[in-house]
């Protein structure tokens, strides 16, 4: 015959037959010492809080760095804005300079050539034209103040000679002669009332074409200077024969 507790579903308790024992205390707890889970908790504690304070002591370099960077860059762009800036001011005044000196070239030097370096070869080529002419210039003042001077002495005679005629003293000197393959007429006159329109007609009628023709005064003289144009030959002109016919158109005012 089986047990009525095997035949049962019903919850049995068990009463302890010594209801005085106590429950134990572990040896771990009275020693003083901690379970094992105990020690490997306080260990992850621990090295978590030490990683949390290298991050934090980290993140202090990384921080400065990145600000360094930062402002390095920012350094950077502003020195690249500024060569920007001084390069684009450079091109504007260049291409200032440039047009300024284009402007000053003739048109026929610069006439068919775009390039920048054709122009500045063309301007370098201007210059010495010009020096030249400016030496040509030095020279024929030269020679006028030794007309004046030639002048000056002319006039005292013909002033003390009663046979000179007034004319004579209007045009006290002048002077024909080859100027490159034209001529040139130099007149020395004392007088502001000088025919020069008579001397005009006179190169006219011999076929000279006038290109050029300037006054100066010196010493209270005035100075004609008159350059014709190019001949085909300035040999088959008659300079004395010229010369002649224009003192005549002189005398004859």
Known sequence: MSSPLHQSNELVFQISPNPHKKHKISKDLIL??????????????????????????????????????????????????????????????????????????????????????????????????????????????????????SATISDHESRSSSTSPPAAAAASRLSVQPFGSGVEIIISSSTSSFPLSRVLDVLLQEGLSIVQCFSTTINDKLHHTIHSDRVNNVETINLPSLEKKLTEAISSS
């Open 32 to 149: 003083g010492t901690t379970p094992a889970s105990l020690d490997f908790a306080v260990f992850d504690d621990k090295k978590k809080a030490n990683n949390d304070g290298w991050w934090r002591q980290r993140r202090k370099p990384i921080a400065a760095a990145s600000l360094e960077n930062s402002t390095t860059s920012i350094n950077n762009n502003k020195k690249m804005m500024k060569h920007r800036d001084i390069e684009r001011l450079r091109r504007q005044e260049m291409a200032t300079r440039y047009a300024s000196l284009r402007s000053l070239l003739p048109l026929e030097l610069i006439k068919g050539k775009r390039s920048i370096s054709d122009h500045i070869i063309e301007a370098v080529n201007y210059i010495k034209l010009l020096q030249n002419k400016i030496k040509k210039l030095g020279s024929q003042r030269d020679e006028l103040k030794k007309l004046s001077n």
